[in-house]
């Protein structure tokens, strides 16, 4: 039910978008995670719609946009300056209703993921 797309391999400072094309529902609130190697899965950010907000991980403040377009059921990742410690695989991932807002980093509330795609920044 979701689809995300997007990733690349970039140069430190460059920009990427992520999209995570939602089919089947519509969802509250939707995040996106990514993974490194050899680390834990890692919450960047989350937009929800009845709270009409969005949240960012420090490490991606003022970097990163997180968007959503209703009309095409679609969330966006936009990723600006990016750095090499950004690189990762990118998921998006839906709650099952909204989720408060203590458990946002949560992976565990979100019962929908994506596939991942991978973004690789070089330095």
């Known amino acids: 039910q979701l689809q995300a797309s997007g990733g690349g391999l970039v140069q430190a400072g460059d920009s990427l978008r992520l999209s995570c094309v939602v089919s089947?529902?519509?969802?509250?609130?939707m995040s996106w995670f990514r993974q490194a190697p050899g680390k834990d899965r890692e919450w960047v950010s989350s937009?929800?719609?009845?709270?009409?907000?969005?949240y960012y991980a420090d490490s991606v403040k003022g970097r990163f946009t997180m968007s959503r377009d209703n009309a095409k059921n679609t969330v966006s990742l936009q990723m600006n300056n990016l750095r090499p410690e950004d690189t990762a695989v990118y998921y998006c991932?839906?709650?099952?209703?909204?989720?408060?807002?203590?458990?946002?980093?949560?992976?565990?509330?979100?019962?929908?993921w994506g596939q991942g795609t991978q973004v690789t920044v070089s330095s």
């Open positions: 991932a839906a709650g099952n209703g909204r989720v408060i807002l203590s458990a946002l980093h949560q992976a565990g509330v979100y019962g929908y």
């Open positions: 089947g529902r519509t969802f509250d609130t």
């Open positions: 937009i929800s719609s009845s709270r009409q907000r969005t």
